[in-house]
């Protein structure tokens, strides 16, 4: 089953603990992205990644971190600077060439809770 | 600032009615839209898009309409049935070589009635 991959579905984290979401897929992709989303708000961009061993800051970049170390693999840390952690928060992915498709696939989310 | 904007949050309308979704966005260079459905607690799903050099894409019961001069584009989906009731996000990308970046609207909620 190709698809993408978010664990866990549930996380909680007391402040000022960093802590990383996995995001994993097996489409074959070239880019992917973070979100998150609040009630009543939008996707939000936080980072983005066209390729392995780069990406760049979205809207909403300050208080995350990420790493792109594998095509497959994009792991977003939210560390103790981020003032409103507690969000859902979404992995995508897209062939990334902006030719073929603008189409971007969602993976189920993570929902962190920081009390 | 709102690049994308859904101003009605939410919708209500019978089984077997049309439901109509508005979408404005106000950066001229979006050239393709997009909308997405999403449950409760699961990721956005794709449901149809449409280029700018189109205005209208039609996929079973959905079809998007897109107005370039009034920058506004809507989804339309007939008939409506409960499990179309979900949140739909309209989104746009910016011209090729901006790396599929999206930029999303708030979100419609639709709740189909029997």
């Known amino acids: 089953d190709g698809g993408i991959t978010q664990s866990p579905k549930y996380l909680f984290r007391k402040e000022g603990q960093n802590v990383t979401l996995s995001c994993e897929q097996n489409?074959?992709?070239?880019?992917m992205y973070w979100y998150r989303q609040d009630p009543g708000q939008g996707l939000r961009l936080i980072y983005y990644?066209?390729?392995?061993?780069?990406?760049q800051k979205g809207d909403i970049a300050e208080g995350y971190s990420v790493s792109r170390e594998k095509k497959e693999s994009f792991p977003l840390t939210v560390t103790s600077a981020q003032k409103n952690p507690t969000a859902f928060y979404l992995c995508?992915?897209?062939?990334?060439?902006?030719?073929?498709?603008?189409?971007?696939?969602f993976g189920p989310g993570t929902r962190l809770t920081v009390t | 600032d709102q690049q994308v904007k859904q101003n009605s949050p939410s919708l209500s309308v019978q089984e077997g009615r049309i439901s109509i979704l508005n979408c404005d966005y106000t950066n001229s260079m979006f050239d393709y839209f997009l909308w997405y459905k999403k449950y409760p607690a699961e990721g956005p799903t794709f449901l149809i898009s449409?280029?700018?050099?189109?205005d209208k894409n039609e996929d079973g019961r959905f079809t998007v309409f897109l107005n370039k001069s009034a920058k506004h584009l809507s989804l339309h989906i007939v008939p409506s049935q409960p499990g179309d009731s979900a949140v739909y996000f309209c989104a746009a990308s910016a011209p090729r070589g901006g790396g599929n970046k999206l930029t999303f609207g708030t979100g419609t909620q639709l709740k189909v009635e029997l």
């Open positions: 990644s066209q390729i392995v061993n780069d990406f």
């Open positions: 995508a992915s897209s062939t990334g060439d902006g030719f073929s498709s603008y189409e971007q696939y």
């Open positions: 449409i280029s700018s050099i189109k």
């Open positions: 489409l074959n992709h070239d880019a």
